[in-house]
């Protein structure tokens, strides 16, 4: 079973378009996690939660608004998205806020035309 | 968080130990190295992490300097499947702060 799953592994879409990504994790984890990876491969933290509660958001438009509807799922809604919102995306969790250890999913490939 | 280096890129033959360096001078007392890495394509995997004594695991071995300025992933018997991007973090262990993440270090094993 996979442990943090993402959907849809790929996503192509018009600009202005409104899209979601879902993320599940099947290890009981407190804490979930949503990372932005762009064209040049830098991986940077989007927002945290830890049991359904925001811990961080890393000044990231509020076009982007993540859902977490209980302590397993971790969401991403984009709205009126931009050419530069192209990216992979990671859905990770971890046991605590604080754990060593945090478990990627296989990413998202969004691409915006 | 205290700012890491690594070389951008490094080649390793197979069947030879991958010594992947890293250097984090500015290093607090409560901040541990950890590391990850990135096949092409896949989500970031956890490997290793440690705060000032040598840790191993069945993935690989974290070599840390005394001074702590400095540490060194190892992984003992490379294979073309650890070709990778490979991330040196620091972060105080318990801190709520996420995992930061730099360019890393391309590791190529080589045939």
């Known amino acids: 079973d996979t442990a943090v799953s993402q959907t849809p592994k790929y996503l192509v879409t018009q600009m202005g378009n409104d899209k979601s990504i879902k993320c599940e994790q099947n290890?009981?984890?407190?804490?979930m996690y949503w990372y932005k990876q762009d064209s040049k491969k830098f991986l940077k933290i989007m927002f945290s939660?830890?049991?359904?509660?925001?811990?961080i958001n890393e000044t990231v438009p509020n076009r982007f608004s993540p859902k977490s509807p209980d302590k397993a799922h971790l969401n991403l809604h984009i709205n009126s998205l931009e050419l530069g919102d192209s990216a992979v995306y990671f859905c990770a969790s971890s046991p605590s806020q604080g754990a060593a250890e945090a478990f990627f999913g296989q990413g998202t490939r969004l691409t915006v035309v | 968080d205290a700012k890491t280096t690594q070389p951008p890129s490094m080649d390793c033959a197979e069947g030879r130990a991958a010594n992947l360096p890293c250097n984090h001078s500015t290093i607090s007392g409560n901040e541990y190295v950890y590391w990850y890495r990135q096949i092409h394509s896949q989500g970031p995997q956890y490997i290793i992490h440690?705060?000032?004594n040598n840790e191993t695991n069945e993935m690989a071995s974290l070599i840390i300097t005394e001074d702590r300025k400095s540490s060194t992933l190892i992984l003992p018997h490379a294979t073309l499947r650890d070709t990778a991007v490979y991330y040196c973090i620091v972060r105080a262990s318990g801190s709520a702060r996420q995992l930061t993440f730099g360019s890393g270090t391309q590791l190529t094993v080589l045939p």
């Open positions: 290890l009981g984890h407190d804490t």
């Open positions: 939660y830890n049991n359904k509660e925001l811990i």
């Open positions: 440690g705060l000032k």
